[in-house]
């Protein structure tokens, strides 16, 4: 059996989860360094998003679009002023970028039909993701996924919000964490 069959075959599986309370999705993206014990970490639908990221990774956008409703809105958003946003589809080798350059996905918080997970990444030229993506204010993008059924129907993803009193991490975060590799 195939790579891609095998990883089409892993899509069509079903989830079940044990539904987390309050159920109600997060508007403002904010940075891993947030999550606390009252976030629903590493359900059921942040493992099906985690699984649809390395068949993307190992079987291409075949086996990604096995994991996603037909017509899945994926968007990868800037929203760096003073420029209006800025809005690029997401596919299989955008999620093969962010495996390679970056760590994540990193669970933050789950409801019963969306996950939100976060990704610290290198933010030098020469990251795999710079193709994609320029960082800005923050070395993390975050991804809102809604789910229908067992398969991804939407992604919000972008970085964290500037918010007062909201904390963030540094630039450097990535390389820091990895200065001992």
Request: aromatic share 10%.
């Amino acid at each position: 059996m195939s790579l891609a069959v095998g990883l089409i075959i892993l899509a069509t599986s079903p989830v079940t989860a044990q539904t987390p309370v309050p159920d109600k999705r997060p508007e403002v993206p904010k940075s891993i360094a947030n999550v606390n014990s009252s976030h629903y970490r590493n359900g059921p639908l942040f493992q099906r998003a985690r699984e649809a990221f390395f068949a993307a990774k190992e079987g291409g956008q075949q086996a990604f679009d096995a994991f996603l409703v037909e017509n899945a809105k994926l968007e990868l958003s800037t929203y760096a002023s003073p420029r209006p946003p800025k809005h690029e589809p997401i596919n299989a080798n955008f999620i093969r970028a962010l495996l390679d350059s970056c760590d994540g996905p990193l669970s933050y918080d789950e409801g019963r039909n969306w996950v939100e997970l976060n990704w610290v990444c290198r933010v030098d030229h020469d990251a795999p993701i710079a193709a994609y993506y320029t960082f800005r204010e923050s070395p993390e993008i975050v991804m809102f996924i809604d789910f229908e059924g067992n398969r991804i129907k939407r992604t919000e993803s972008m970085e964290p919000l500037a918010i007062p009193g909201v904390k963030r991490l540094a630039m450097n975060a990535y390389a820091v964490a990895h200065s001992k590799d």
